[in-house]
């Protein structure tokens, strides 16, 4: 069924469902009427009582209030479907991963899915820390308890089940791999200092041995390889307070970049360069390869903060915000180090897919700070209520079974007999599944590869192919 389809669908349901409500006796409605500029008072009509805004008969209040509420559902419905186009993109799925009001939530195109929380205890996602793997929606945050010693306690969630963690483990970014997950964090293991982890399927690999207070704070796979971004720093009791970025490649250290007083945000791989972003001084960095360029300049009471980074083969994206003598300033998005600033907000999270650019935060609408979607310089808020959006991620439709408009991606010949080539100019993996979902091989490639399926039964078979973490095409074949 296609978006505007579901969205009359919908609408229909939700008419036939309010005209049901209005013919149960004992109702009482609050209306609350919101536009740009402020909000209407809102107004209590009850069956059983007066109009408290008029002298019209009871009888006459109810037909003309609910011909006016009807009037405001169907506009509220509206609205919301709009929004939810506004959000997502052809062919994919755009999902959120934020809170509100203490609760741990996912939106999938402006949906709301309520993630498995404990009542006494206060929710907040991670920065990034989601990941989309066909079906499963993986996100990683922490709560604390809402009276009493505040504890941290780590959460992963899949599909909105919840994997609690002990309280000397804390995981902070997620990414999967064929049937592979993977982790980044850090633990106590009962040395002088905690140590940067990286997990895969649960199991555990130390990265640093406990010297210096270290943390991992972000896993990306490309390809066979594992990335992680972490930072460390060394204290001799006295005057030596040395802090590193340091960033691994298959559990060896690759680059140590030695800083004043930077703690790094995130990374994004593109090819065979490393990103990395950070602030100090008040400024934003990127480290590429190790080297660093100052983006953002601080100074005179102004601060940077970098939290998200993603990029395609043309352009980096770098999210944050700005502080002004202590001040909130605006949310910063920066396009190849060219900024744009988006007043009363904050971004955290920054997704590019396609040609389209999403980005996570919160804004100050109509006073209260809501949690948002920024796709391609438009604001949509994803509550009316006070919360964050933290991390976002875009996949290929799980119902939208086309290839992805990508002229560097194909695939041949379909029908396939013993073999197919995939064509592709960069790094992927290759899943096939069966019409049940069940994993039938998964192979990863570089450039234009033959995949041998020769052992497969006859049947139709979905290929998903995935490059730097994102899905860029989902294919129907037939095995002949």
């Given amino acids: 069924m296609t978006t505007r389809g579901k969205t009359c669908e919908a609408v229909r349901a939700g008419k036939k469902l309010f005209n049901k409500m209005l013919d149960k006796s004992n109702f009482s409605i609050e209306v609350a009427v919101a536009n740009c500029g402020g909000a ?110 505040i504890s941290y306690r780590y959460t992963l969630w ?8 002990p309280s000397d ?31 895969k399927n649960g199991e555990a690999t130390y990265l640093t041995d406990g010297t210096g207070d270290a943390n991992a704070i972000c896993v990306s796979v490309i390809g066979n390889d594992v990335y ?27 680059y140590t970049i030695k800083t004043s007083d930077v703690l790094p945000a995130s990374m994004y791989i593109d090819g065979s360069d490393v990103y ?26 102004i601060s940077y903060y970098t939290t998200s980074i993603s990029g395609n083969k043309s352009n980096v994206y770098v999210a944050g915000y700005r502080n002004s003598g202590g001040v909130n300033d605006g949310a910063l998005l920066w396009t190849n180090g060219n900024v744009q600033l988006t007043p009363d907000a904050y971004f955290y999270s920054v997704f590019v897919y396609n040609n389209d650019v999403y980005v996570a935060g919160t804004a100050k609408i109509a006073s209260i700070w809501q949690p948002i979607i920024y796709k391609n ?9 006070a919360g964050d959006a933290e991390a976002v991620f875009v996949s290929s439709s799980s119902t939208a079974i086309n290839k992805i408009d990508n002229t560097h991606l194909n695939i041949y010949p379909n029908p396939i007999n013993n073999s197919f080539i995939v064509d592709y100019d960069n ?47 989902n294919y129907k074949i037939m095995k002949q």
């Fill in 40 to 149: 209407m008072e809102a107004d209590t009509i009850s069956r059983n009582g007066r109009s408290p805004k008029s002298l019209m008969s009871r009888k006459n209040v109810l037909k003309y209030t609910k011909i006016g509420i009807k009037q405001w559902f169907l506009l509220i419905l509206i609205f919301a479907c709009l929004s939810i186009t506004k959000i997502s993109a052809q062919n994919a799925d755009v999902y959120v991963a934020g809170t509100v009001n203490g609760k741990a939530i996912v939106w999938r195109n402006g949906i709301v899915n309520e993630l498995q929380c404990v009542v006494s205890r206060y929710y907040y996602i991670i920065k990034n820390a989601i990941y989309v793997n066909g079906n499963d929606v993986y996100v990683i945050g922490y709560s604390i308890p809402q009276s009493g010693y």
């Fill in 427 to 473: 790094f992927a993996q290759v899943k096939i599944c069966d019409m049940l979902g069940k994993e039938a091989l998964t192979q990863n490639v570089n450039g234009k590869t033959e995949i041998d399926i020769s052992h497969l039964s006859k049947g139709i078979y979905i290929i998903s192919i995935t490059s730097e973490g994102k899905i860029i095409g």
């Fill in 169 to 199: 483990t804390y995981p902070k970014s997620v990414c999967v791999s064929g049937n592979d997950v993977y982790m980044a964090g850090g633990m106590d293991i009962g040395a002088r200092y905690d140590v940067a982890v990286v997990w």
């Fill in 377 to 385: 310089g438009v604001i949509t808020p994803l509550s009316n209520e």
């Fill in 158 to 165: 899949k599909n909105g089940i919840a994997t609690d963690f």
């Fill in 228 to 254: 992680v971004l972490g930072n460390d720093r060394y204290f001799d009791g006295i005057n030596n307070n040395e802090k590193y970025i340091k960033v691994w490649k298959n559990n060896v250290l690759i």
């Fill in 276 to 301: 990395v972003i950070g602030a100090t001084g008040g400024n934003a960095s990127v480290w590429k390869n190790g080297i660093e360029t100052v983006f953002g300049k601080g100074g005179m009471g």
